[in-house]
Protein backbone atom coordinates (compact mmCIF):
# COMPACT_ATOMS: atom_id res chain seq x y z
CA UNK A 1 0.00 0.00 0.00
CA UNK A 2 1.53 3.42 -0.35
CA UNK A 3 2.46 6.01 1.78
CA UNK A 4 2.30 9.44 0.92
CA UNK A 5 4.79 12.28 2.02
CA UNK A 6 2.69 15.23 2.67
CA UNK A 7 4.85 18.74 2.98
CA UNK A 8 2.52 21.67 4.48
CA UNK A 9 3.63 25.16 5.83
CA UNK A 10 2.56 26.21 8.99
CA UNK A 11 4.59 29.14 9.92
CA UNK A 12 6.33 31.53 7.30
CA UNK A 13 9.77 29.19 7.95
CA UNK A 14 8.47 25.84 9.73
CA UNK A 15 7.29 23.06 7.78
CA UNK A 16 5.00 19.83 9.06
CA UNK A 17 5.36 16.61 7.63
CA UNK A 18 2.72 14.48 7.57
CA UNK A 19 2.29 10.38 6.18
CA UNK A 20 -0.74 9.74 4.79
CA UNK A 21 -2.26 6.34 3.73
CA UNK A 22 -4.50 6.87 0.42
CA UNK A 23 -6.69 3.96 0.87
CA UNK A 24 -7.40 4.24 4.28
CA UNK A 25 -8.70 7.75 4.08
CA UNK A 26 -5.29 8.99 5.70
CA UNK A 27 -5.27 6.72 8.83
CA UNK A 28 -2.53 3.84 9.15
CA UNK A 29 -3.74 0.50 7.64
CA UNK A 30 -4.14 -2.36 9.94
CA UNK A 31 -1.52 -5.18 10.32
CA UNK A 32 -3.64 -8.07 8.67
CA UNK A 33 -2.28 -11.65 8.57
CA UNK A 34 -0.58 -11.92 5.39
CA UNK A 35 0.15 -15.24 2.61
CA UNK A 36 1.67 -16.57 -0.06
CA UNK A 37 0.30 -17.57 -3.30
CA UNK A 38 1.60 -21.41 -3.42
CA UNK A 39 1.12 -24.84 -5.34
CA UNK A 40 -0.01 -23.49 -8.16
CA UNK A 41 2.70 -25.19 -10.45
CA UNK A 42 3.79 -21.44 -11.53
CA UNK A 43 0.46 -20.19 -13.10
CA UNK A 44 -0.91 -18.06 -10.53
CA UNK A 45 -4.17 -18.28 -8.39
CA UNK A 46 -7.79 -16.24 -9.76
CA UNK A 47 -8.14 -13.73 -7.13
CA UNK A 48 -12.57 -13.44 -7.54
CA UNK A 49 -15.26 -10.95 -6.46
CA UNK A 50 -16.73 -13.49 -4.37
CA UNK A 51 -16.20 -17.06 -3.72
CA UNK A 52 -16.46 -18.90 -7.29
CA UNK A 53 -16.99 -15.46 -8.62
CA UNK A 54 -15.81 -13.28 -11.50
CA UNK A 55 -12.37 -12.88 -11.83
CA UNK A 56 -10.66 -9.99 -10.92
CA UNK A 57 -7.00 -10.52 -11.71
CA UNK A 58 -4.84 -13.88 -11.79
CA UNK A 59 -2.31 -13.46 -9.16
CA UNK A 60 1.53 -14.86 -9.51
CA UNK A 61 3.13 -17.65 -7.54
CA UNK A 62 5.09 -16.32 -4.71
CA UNK A 63 2.69 -13.00 -4.17
CA UNK A 64 1.82 -12.14 -1.01
CA UNK A 65 -1.23 -10.85 0.25
CA UNK A 66 -3.18 -9.75 3.58
CA UNK A 67 -5.69 -12.53 5.15
CA UNK A 68 -8.96 -10.10 6.10
CA UNK A 69 -11.27 -10.91 8.85
CA UNK A 70 -13.81 -12.13 6.89
CA UNK A 71 -14.86 -15.42 7.64
CA UNK A 72 -13.67 -18.39 5.27
CA UNK A 73 -16.39 -19.50 3.33
CA UNK A 74 -17.22 -23.14 1.57
CA UNK A 75 -18.33 -22.89 -1.98
CA UNK A 76 -17.86 -25.20 -4.80
CA UNK A 77 -15.99 -27.62 -2.77
CA UNK A 78 -12.96 -25.28 -1.80
CA UNK A 79 -12.64 -23.01 1.29
CA UNK A 80 -12.53 -19.54 0.07
CA UNK A 81 -10.23 -16.87 1.53
CA UNK A 82 -10.68 -13.03 1.66
CA UNK A 83 -7.77 -11.45 0.56
CA UNK A 84 -6.06 -7.54 -0.33
CA UNK A 85 -3.33 -7.70 -2.75
CA UNK A 86 -0.55 -5.12 -1.67
CA UNK A 87 -1.76 -2.86 -4.71
CA UNK A 88 -5.17 -2.87 -2.85
CA UNK A 89 -7.51 -4.86 -5.17
CA UNK A 90 -9.93 -7.23 -3.04
CA UNK A 91 -11.03 -10.50 -3.59
CA UNK A 92 -11.47 -14.02 -2.68
CA UNK A 93 -8.78 -16.86 -3.41
CA UNK A 94 -8.85 -20.16 -2.81
CA UNK A 95 -7.45 -21.66 0.43
CA UNK A 96 -5.40 -24.52 -1.11
CA UNK A 97 -3.29 -22.09 -3.00
CA UNK A 98 -2.12 -19.85 0.29
CA UNK A 99 0.63 -21.23 2.26
CA UNK A 100 0.32 -19.03 5.58
CA UNK A 101 3.32 -17.05 7.34
Known amino acids: MPILMIRMRIRPHCWLRRRTYPHTN ?57 VRTPAGEEGWVGEDFLTFN
Open 26 to 82: GRAPPAYPQAIVFGTSGVGVTLRATPGGVQVVVLPEGAVVSLLDTAPQLQDGLTWRH
